[in-house]
């Protein structure tokens, strides 16, 4: 074997090695293997196509969502007669919608339809008995329509359904209040202040009580 010849077998021992060093290594790229968008809505086709994105379309609020905020604007800016248009049609689309009922309700009480407020407040009581703010709005309901016993019952389920809530316990001292009941009330209205200092009525009434004392 001639020198050249031992050259030539020593270049192509070295190019053989370093192809199958490269294939078992598994740095070569591999098929299947594709851009991965390192962001939700990083976009993978670059400026000819920006329609391929790995984001999805933002999702656009439903129609009774967009009622409900049209309520809740017009009852801000004092327009119930709006207001109720918007809640009327939210609850065509869906009657048994609870976020829709409570501003129906709401706005019955404005009006001080208080049997209408009644029956919706009831109904959300059916739909959702653990609601305490369905609760606190039906016994203010009931108390206005006289029927203070059951006013009573709804102002209890509340307060064990979230004792935390201030308003709860306020809510309740004003009906013990208007009913005579000036001890069970300055309790309630004490336990107000305590949990939610802002309740500056609470601490008007509760100092109004105790001079009785």
Same mark, same amino acid.
């Given at each position: 074997m001639t020198t050249f010849q031992l050259l030539l077998l020593i270049i192509a021992g070295g190019v053989f090695y370093l192809f199958f060093k490269q294939?078992?290594?598994?740095s070569y790229p591999k098929r299947g293997v594709d851009f991965e968008a390192k962001l939700p809505d990083e976009r993978?086709?670059?400026?000819?196509?920006?329609?391929?994105?790995?984001?999805?379309?933002?999702?656009e609020i439903s129609r009774i969502d967009q009622l409900i905020q049209m309520t809740d604007e017009a009852i801000e800016k004092g327009d119930l007669l709006e207001a109720r248009k918007a809640v009327q049609s939210a609850l065509i689309l869906d009657e048994n919608n609870i976020e829709a009922l409570r501003r129906e309700g709401y706005l019955y009480l404005e009006d001080r339809e208080y049997k209408e407020a009644k029956k919706v407040y009831e109904k959300i009581l059916?739909?959702?008995?653990?609601?305490?703010?369905?609760?606190?709005?039906? &016994?203010?309901?009931? *108390? $206005?329509? %006289?029927?203070?016993? &059951?006013?009573?019952? *709804? $102002?209890? %389920?509340?307060i064990a359904l979230d004792p935390e809530y201030a308003p709860h316990y306020?809510?309740?001292?004003?009906?013990?209040?208007?009913l005579g009941m000036y001890d069970e009330a300055l309790e309630n209205y004490r336990k107000a202040y305590e949990l939610d200092k802002s309740i500056e009525e609470a601490k008007k009434m509760i100092n109004e009580l105790e001079e009785r004392e």
């Amino acid at each position: 074997m001639t020198t050249f010849q031992l050259l030539l077998l020593i270049i192509a021992g070295g190019v053989f090695y370093l192809f199958f060093k490269q294939l078992f290594s598994g740095s070569y790229p591999k098929r299947g293997v594709d851009f991965e968008a390192k962001l939700p809505d990083e976009r993978i086709g670059g400026i000819n196509r920006p329609d391929k994105t790995f984001s999805k379309p933002q999702q656009e609020i439903s129609r009774i969502d967009q009622l409900i905020q049209m309520t809740d604007e017009a009852i801000e800016k004092g327009d119930l007669l709006e207001a109720r248009k918007a809640v009327q049609s939210a609850l065509i689309l869906d009657e048994n919608n609870i976020e829709a009922l409570r501003r129906e309700g709401y706005l019955y009480l404005e009006d001080r339809e208080y049997k209408e407020a009644k029956k919706v407040y009831e109904k959300i009581l059916s739909l959702d008995p653990s609601d305490d703010m369905a609760h606190d709005a039906l &016994a203010n309901t009931l *108390h $206005h329509l %006289k029927e203070d016993e &059951a006013a009573k019952v *709804h $102002h209890e %389920k509340a307060i064990a359904l979230d004792p935390e809530y201030a308003p709860h316990y306020f809510n309740y001292a004003n009906t013990l209040y208007d009913l005579g009941m000036y001890d069970e009330a300055l309790e309630n209205y004490r336990k107000a202040y305590e949990l939610d200092k802002s309740i500056e009525e609470a601490k008007k009434m509760i100092n109004e009580l105790e001079e009785r004392e």
